[in-house]
């Protein structure tokens, strides 16, 4: 399930297989109920997420930005390797079902790439995404 994922998503079909592996070995699955919040505007980011099922709402200054889903990964790469606090609040009205990458993994992982960040740069917001 993972490597279908990862292979379909607009971020993640760009990686190499031994980079996908990589990720692969450090997710974790969670698993969310009802309405929530994963991280809020101006809160730095613990972890990133790539979205199993269920929907991710964007937003920034209460106005909906994107609605995020299946394959679509929460987070910024350059912010979270540097613990900027996030721009945009991302949360689910109901339930969510994602893998979890903590922050030292991708930070470890960016320090191995570097040039994957650009590649997740708003990617979010550039492909994939349903935005208002």
């Known amino acids: 399930e993972t490597w279908n994922i990862l292979s379909s998503s607009g971020v993640f079909k760009r ?10 070995s450090v997710l974790t699955r969670t ?4 309405a929530g919040v994963l991280v809020d505007e101006g809160e730095p980011f613990r972890h990133m997420y790539i979205i199993r099922s269920g929907e991710v709402n964007v937003s920034r200054g209460g106005k909906t930005a ?7 990964f929460i987070g910024e790469l ?6 900027i606090p ?11 079902s994602l893998f979890a990458l903590s922050r030292e993994d ?9 040039g994957l960040v ?3 740069k708003l990617g979010y917001l550039l492909e994939g995404a349903h935005t208002k």
């Open 86 to 96: 996030s721009p945009y609040r991302f949360s689910h009205s109901g339930d969510v």
């Open 66 to 72: 994107a609605v995020l889903s299946r394959g679509d």
């Open 15 to 24: 990686l190499t297989s031994y980079q996908k592996t990589w990720i692969e």
């Open 118 to 120: 650009m590649k997740f």
């Open 106 to 114: 991708m930070v470890d992982f960016t320090r191995q790439n570097p």
């Open 78 to 83: 350059h912010d979270v390797d540097i613990n």
């Open 31 to 34: 698993e969310l109920h009802g």
